[in-house]
């Protein structure tokens, strides 16, 4: 274990949306190539507690960890990408900041003392950053927002302060910025860069590194006059221009040196790096043997970030079977029973999506019941499993009035709230969050896929599969051929005589990693493409 840890710092400039966290998860990959033990952190200036009650369509997707933290989908880059496991530890909003100094001064553990950001805030943000001091040689850190936004400041003074304190052989400051290319003039323009560079120094931090994101090629000229007016080192102008696929962006990096530059910079020792893997897998993705179209039926479809860890899991699962899988967005709202078949009928696999509430509830309810009674593959996930589930109960098992509590209260709610739900009036942190185990019947779908008895998977939901209707259902055709190892919830549903019909109460995207990617989506985009294959 390293008596200490090098810390690198990731800010960005200019605008949001330029890819800190796909710069911060390039950058852990290529250290961890090298045989170092890298971790990162994303700390987010809102002032939300995290991100669980927030909509999905102004934040995108809610990524949950194996500890049951809500969190930034930036998390979710740094899982697929470094291929660990994150925590609560791996996160921190202002909000929490803010939350947890306030909490102490009512108790009066500060005696008194007039509670201010300086130094009670920002020694707040640094114990935080220094969380896994001593675990890993290097901690990333990633600082959301853009450098001059007002919420940023804590967050930049607390690096600042860290930075002075462990010295500079310790830390290392990258700042991405936007070079954009004007088509009028015909040219790069470095001015943004020059003015995000020169906010970001206000604060006094001096970067080490900038990386510039760029439609066009950053030529030497360009590179020599940003690295000038900005006090970089040139070899550290490095350009980050867009990629065909996220996944190339480590590759595109060590191409640039970024890796040699970032090691001699913080007195790392320079191994070998071993990409030969991932390159075999960007390959896949870029050039594969087939393709699928697969439909991912939603009611958040409009922003395409609310599926972000669904998406990526199926780049991964489409790369071990060397397939493309084409995702056409389909709105649940406007799926009714006579225009399933037009929706639906020349798809190789449909997904049903999580999500809460009624709204599209019965257009996914009409969905299912097309792709069940023409042997569609179908995998449904959260909510997509329990629409499933309702489904079901009212078209096979004769309960027509079959729903869940979440939309209407009756008497045959075949999903229903958990004991310890009932009465809740908090919503944010909780639900059934985090990690749980779940035992696999042998024989089964879901068996087969994970080809283990007993796993373990991610959860966020509040609903549950009522047992008081599991024998009548299972009585009809219905499996449960997941359960947690109590017996007493139903964590996987699947059709024995269905081509490939599973439907899960967890979120298996969040576990789908980068070259390795999830049992269930790589055996449902198999049963997708052996559809398409009889085509």
């Known amino acids: 274990m390293p008596k200490t840890s090098k810390y690198i710092f990731i800010t ?31 700390f987010d200036p809102y002032i939300n507690v995290d991100p669980g009650t927030m909509n999905p369509f102004q934040h995108g997707e809610v990524y949950v960890t194996d500890d049951g933290a809500e969190t930034d989908l930036d998390l979710g880059h740094y899982e697929r990408y470094l291929d660990e496991s994150m925590s609560r530890k791996n996160t ?69 302060q860290l930075g002075l304190e462990l010295g500079k052989n310790n830390v290392l400051n990258v700042h991405l910025t936007y070079v954009p290319f004007i088509r009028s003039a015909g040219e790069l323009k470095t001015k943004p860069s020059q003015h995000s560079v020169k906010t970001l120094m206000e604060h006094g931090i001096m970067p080490d ?41 480590p590759m595109m990096f060590a191409r640039r040196g970024l890796d040699d530059i970032v090691c001699e910079k913080l007195g790392l020792k320079r191994s070998q790096i071993d990409l030969e893997t991932w390159a075999r897998f960007v390959h896949r993705i870029k050039s594969p043997k ?26 991964h699962a489409g790369a071990v079977n060397n397939t493309k899988v084409v995702v056409r967005w389909i709105d649940s709202e406007a799926i009714t029973q006579e ?37 569609i593959p179908f995998f449904g996930i959260c909510l997509g499993m329990q629409c499933a589930v309702i489904e079901f109960a009212r078209n096979v098992a004769g309960i027509a009035e079959a729903n869940s509590s979440e939309f209407k209260k009756g008497k045959f709610n075949v999903i229903d709230l958990m004991h310890d739900q009932q009465g809740v009036v908090d919503k944010g942190g ?36 009522n047992n008081d209707f599991r024998e009548l259902l299972e009585s009809h055709g219905l499996k449960c051929s997941g359960v947690s ?51």
């Not at 009066?108 to 950001?117: N, R, S």
């Not at 509430?357 to 969905?367: L, Q, T, W």
């Not at 035992?439 to 283990?452: H, P, Q, V, W």
Request: aromatic letters at 10%.
């Open 430 to 465: 909780t639900m059934r969050l985090g990690a749980y185990p779940c035992s696999l019947e042998a024989g089964s779908k879901a068996f087969a896929a994970y080809k283990y008895e007993h796993i373990s998977e991610r959860h966020r939901h509040r609903y549950e599969f």
């Open 485 to 535: 190892p109590d017996g007493h919830l139903v964590e996987i549903i699947e059709l024995a005589k269905h081509p490939w019909f599973v439907g899960v109460q967890f979120h298996p995207e969040l576990k789908s990693r980068a070259v390795t990617g999830h049992p269930l989506f790589t055996a449902f985009v198999k049963a997708s493409l052996k559809r398409a294959l009889k085509e």
């Open 92 to 160: 921190a909003t202002a909000g929490q900041v803010y939350y947890d100094v306030i909490t102490r001064e009512r108790r009066g553990e500060y005696l008194g003392k007039t509670v201010q950001v300086i130094p009670h805030i920002t020694d707040e943000i640094k114990a935080r950053m220094q969380a896994f001091h001593g675990v890993y040689d290097v901690v990333i850190i990633e600082i959301g927002g853009t450098v001059g936004d007002i919420e940023s400041l804590p967050f930049l003074e607390a690096s600042r």
């Open 339 to 375: 225009t399933a078949a037009e929706q639906l009928a020349d798809l190789h696999g449909i997904l049903v999506a999580p999500g809460f509430g009624s709204r599209g509830v019965e257009g996914k309810i009409n969905a299912i019941q097309y792709v069940r009674e023409n042997g």
């Open 290 to 315: 087939y393709h699928i179209t697969i439909g991912l039926v939603g009611k958040y479809v409009r922003y395409k970030d609310s599926y972000k860890s669904i998406t990526e899991a199926f780049i």
């Open 209 to 249: 590194i900038l990386l510039c994101r760029a439609e066009q090629k950053i030529d030497k000229d360009i590179r020599q006059k940003i690295a000038l007016f900005c006090n970089v080192e040139e070899r550290s102008v490095i350009e980050a221009l867009d990629a065909e696929s996220i996944y190339e962006v």
């Open 12 to 42: 960005g400039g200019v605008l949001s949306s330029l890819g800190k966290g796909i710069a911060s998860a390039s950058i852990g990959l290529l250290l961890k190539q090298r045989g170092f033990a890298v971790t990162i952190l994303k």
